[in-house]
């Protein structure tokens, strides 16, 4: 869904302009639409701490990726869904010691 609405943003509608239009009006809306403002910088702190999240998730699952960690930290949303994808299950043991604590 997020790529075909990334996809529509870009190239449907041709009657709005092309891609420097869009990109003018996209700007423009940012200057003055403080809701619009809001979700790109809560945008701007997913990423952060998405890539911040993600190593963390990373050691409890004894996870060793490199490239996978990389691109979990630099490509939002997708790289987030790739990891999720990738990612091994939490080991056993971990498991048994949180219902022993419960």
Same mark, same amino acid.
Request: hydrophobic letters at 50%; glycine letters at 4%; charged letters at 20%.
């Given at each position: 869904?997020?790529?075909?609405?990334?996809?529509?943003?870009?190239?449907?509608?041709?009657?709005?302009?092309?891609?420097?239009?869009?990109?003018?009006?996209?700007?423009?809306?940012?200057?003055?639409?403080? $809701? %619009? *403002?809001?979700?790109? #910088?809560?945008?701007? &702190?997913?990423?952060? !701490?998405?890539?911040?999240?993600?190593?963390?998730?990373?050691?409890?699952?004894?996870?060793?990726?490199?490239?996978?960690?990389?691109?979990?930290?630099?490509?939002?949303?997708?790289? $987030? %869904? *790739?990891?999720?994808? #990738?990612?091994?299950? &939490?080991?056993?043991? !971990?498991?048994?010691?949180?219902?022993?604590?419960?």
């Amino acid at each position: 869904m997020a790529a075909f609405s990334i996809f529509w943003g870009l190239f449907g509608r041709p009657e709005y302009g092309d891609l420097s239009q869009r990109a003018t009006e996209f700007l423009e809306i940012l200057k003055n639409d403080r $809701l %619009a *403002y809001s979700f790109l #910088v809560d945008m701007g &702190i997913f990423a952060v !701490l998405q890539s911040w999240m993600v190593p963390d998730d990373m050691r409890r699952r004894n996870f060793d990726a490199p490239l996978v960690l990389l691109v979990a930290r630099l490509v939002p949303l997708f790289g $987030l %869904a *790739y990891y999720m994808s #990738v990612r091994p299950p &939490i080991p056993q043991s !971990l498991l048994q010691k949180k219902n022993d604590v419960e």
